[in-house]
T-cell receptor, first 115, second 116 residues
Framework: DSGVTQTPKHLITATGQRVTLRCSPRSGDLSVYWYQQSLDQGLQFLIHYYNGEERAKGNILERFSAQQFPDLHSELNLSSLELGDSALYFC??????????????FGNGTRLTVT | AQSVTQLDSHVSVSEGTPVLLRCNYSSSYSPSLFWYVQHPNKGLQLLLKYTSAATLVKGINGFEAEFKKSETSFHLTKPSAHMSDAAEYFCVVSDHDGGSNYKLTFGKGTLLTVNP
């Protein structure tokens, strides 16, 4: 068990809808990372937060947004959903803020299916 | 810019035989390198990490990897495969993004199948 909790495990929704994915990092970790994993694109980095502040952005669409709250949990909001957004979304946490090269600890993911 | 190439998308071995998963990287600086494993319906788990200390790195579950700068390689090996090793393996390079942050780049993964 990595100590990273993601909810829900599965999500099925329709095109055009909006969903929120939630992540609780491992105790003591200040960084939260979001990744999208699909068969055709592989593992894609979306965004990184450190102690409540955005630290780095990857291939995140404008329809997607995220935040990290004072208790360090994070939410990824996906809106105007399209079929192509169907994927496994992972949250990972680490102790450092991207400066110390500490390894990532991954949750088990949220599988999003857009119909 | 950094990149990672996992040379095989799928490797199939028999139980008890050696495992070799190949990874080549490119980096502008002195990178750190990782191998992660992903079992079905699970998140990625760190196997091992290289950060400029010993070039032969030992990880969990009997895996090890050797950093070869001259060949820009970081291949993952295990002397004897076990059925429980069947999973997808990701090679990851971590390097400065030109600023103060480290940037991670994931390979596309190698699916390891272990036959009885």
């Amino acid at each position: 068990d990595s100590g990273v909790t993601q909810t829900p495990k599965h999500l099925i929704t329709a095109t055009g809808q909006r969903v929120t994915l939630r992540c609780s990092p491992r105790s003591g970790d200040l960084s939260v990372y979001w990744y999208q994993q699909s068969l055709d694109q592989g593992l894609q980095f979306l965004i990184h937060y450190y102690n409540g502040e955005e630290r780095a952005k990857g291939n995140i669409l404008e329809r997607f947004s995220a935040q990290q709250f004072p208790d360090l949990h994070s939410e990824l909001n996906l809106s105007s959903l399209e079929l192509g957004d169907s994927a496994l979304y992972f949250c990972a946490s680490s102790v450092g803020g991207g400066l110390d090269n500490s390894p990532l600890h991954f949750g088990n993911g949220t599988r999003l299916t857009v119909t | 810019a950094q990149s990672v190439t996992q040379l095989d998308s799928h490797v199939s071995v028999s139980e008890g035989t050696p495992v070799l998963l190949r990874c080549n990287y490119s980096s502008s600086y002195s990178p750190s390198l990782f191998w992660y494993v992903q079992h079905p319906n699970k998140g990625l788990q760190l196997l091992l990490k290289y950060t400029s200390a010993a070039t032969l790195v030992k990880g969990i579950n009997g895996f090890e990897a050797e950093f070869k700068k001259s060949e820009t390689s970081f291949h993952l090996t295990k002397p004897s495969a076990h059925m429980s090793d069947a999973a997808e393996y990701f090679c990851v390079v971590s390097d400065h993004d030109g600023g103060s942050n480290y940037k991670l780049t994931f390979g596309k993964g190698t699916l390891l199948t272990v036959n009885p």
